[in-house]
């Protein structure tokens, strides 16, 4: 859900376990969520359309919608969407969003893709933007394949922070997590955007046997953050919202102080946007 990019902790907990207790902090503040969440770049849209060989009118089941971020958009082109999403809050905003854009036919269902029941008539794509990874990996290709009618196709977008932008900050703000979030591994820093792998998707997606090859595509996209704003995204993100509320705020005050102190109250983070799109044979 999307999350963002989940900073990489030592838990000791099982990963389903943690999984799905992280999952679940979306829908605690969706309109924080809504507000502070950005949206995909333009070209992506493009881009899927072409590769999934979607059209006006092409029936579109969305997995994790959120608040809308993707959901609008789609709709915007005439797809006709369903979008499910598991938490409550964010599913009322996503359906406000989507009838104050004056979007096309869309329908917002409250509910886990692991037990919705599929619908029979099957669809052209299936659409997952910064959420797929949340979904049981036991089951999440298997179902999304079983939704789509023969060459239909599975787009996955994830997203990752990687190196560049305001990059002094990233380095020092590490500081700030070791302090206050012990189980971050030290010294870690955004990757370069070449060195970030895609194959565990592939890999799965292929392990499954029901689609053929997976296209990429890749978008690098800088957005620049006030400080405040900087903080509503953080509050976003699963990793950061599951620390121990002295903990969190602890944090939060330590980035904002090295925001305001040190880079003017502005930073710019550099995100990598990937867009991966299998056809079910």
Do not use: K
Request: hydrophobic share 40%; proline share 7%.
């Amino acid at each position: 859900m999307a999350d963002g990019t989940p900073r990489p902790r030592r838990d000791d907990r099982p990963a389903e376990d943690r999984r799905a207790l992280l999952g679940r902090t979306f829908d605690q503040d969706a309109e924080l969520y809504d507000r502070a969440r950005p949206g995909y770049p333009p070209q992506l849209y493009d881009d899927l359309a072409e590769l999934a060989g979607v059209r006006p009118g092409s029936r579109v089941l969305e997995i994790g919608c959120g608040t809308g971020q993707a959901t609008v958009p789609l709709a915007e082109r005439g797809y006709r969407i369903t979008a499910v999403e598991a938490g409550a809050n964010l599913a009322a905003v996503a359906r406000r969003n989507l009838a104050g854009a004056g979007a096309g036919a869309a329908e917002v269902v409250t509910a886990r893709f692991e037990s919705w029941p599929l619908p029979r008539e099957p669809f052209d794509a299936v659409v997952s933007a910064t959420a797929f990874h949340w979904i049981d990996p036991a089951v999440r290709v298997a179902r999304a394949a079983d939704a789509l009618r023969p060459g239909g196709a599975l787009a996955v977008v994830r997203t990752q922070h990687v190196r560049g932008g305001t990059e002094a900050f990233f380095v020092e703000v590490q500081r700030c997590y070791e302090r206050f979030d012990p189980a971050t591994p030290p010294g870690l820093v955004p990757p370069d955007a070449a060195d970030v792998d895609a194959s565990d998707h592939t890999a799965e997606v292929a392990r499954s046997g029901r689609f053929g090859p997976t296209v990429l595509r890749r978008y690098e996209q800088d957005l620049t953050y006030g400080t405040s704003a900087y903080l509503d995204l953080l509050r976003t993100y699963s990793g950061h919202r599951a620390l121990p509320h002295a903990a969190r705020e602890g944090l939060l005050a330590c980035v904002a102080g090295l925001i305001d102190g040190r880079h003017g109250g502005r930073v710019t983070r550099r995100h990598l946007v990937e867009l991966a799109v299998s056809h079910r044979r």
